[in-house]
């Protein structure tokens, strides 16, 4: 298994390419309550810097961001204090009961883990930003 992000990809991915989370985190927040979601666990795999980690813990989420990448885990940690982060390959996690699952920017795409990938079947990929709110778990 690879351990993806380094220290110099995760800082340039977060200050360069974080803006699609940081302008997603409004309307997904919106998402979320218009389901009746407020204040529980949600769980964000690929969490990256943490970005939405912060959005969600800020609204009064509890949040589990879970990441391959030491470096992401680090800096999400800085940027979150507030959420609980873990780092594992989301393939791998057993999830908790939580009631929403979300995955912001591309995290599906990437094949760090290419036969596990082949283990979710008829798994397709794309060049598509891949954002997703799975809820009542
Ligand atoms: C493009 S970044 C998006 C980060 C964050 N969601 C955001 O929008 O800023 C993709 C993230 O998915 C993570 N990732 C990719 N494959 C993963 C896997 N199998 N398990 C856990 N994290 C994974 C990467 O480490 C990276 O943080």
Request: charged share 20%; aromatic share 10%.
């Amino acid at each position: 298994m690879l351990t993806g992000y380094q220290e110099d990809l995760a800082y340039i991915h977060d200050v360069g390419f974080g803006a699609f989370s940081t302008e997603s985190a409004p309307g997904l927040l919106e998402i979320l309550h218009q389901k009746g979601i407020n204040n529980s666990l949600v769980v964000d795999l690929g969490c990256g810097s943490g970005i939405w980690a912060k959005a969600l813990t800020q609204a009064g989420y509890e949040v589990l961001g879970i990441d391959i990448s030491d470096a992401f885990i680090d800096l999400a940690r800085k940027k979150a204090p507030k959420a609980n982060f873990q780092k594992a390959s989301f393939l791998r996690v057993t999830l908790p009961k939580c009631d929403a699952v979300t995955s912001i920017g591309e995290c599906l795409n990437y094949q760090f883990e290419v036969k596990m990938m082949r283990g979710y079947g008829d798994f397709r990929f794309s060049k598509a930003q891949v954002g997703f709110i799975a809820t009542k778990i």
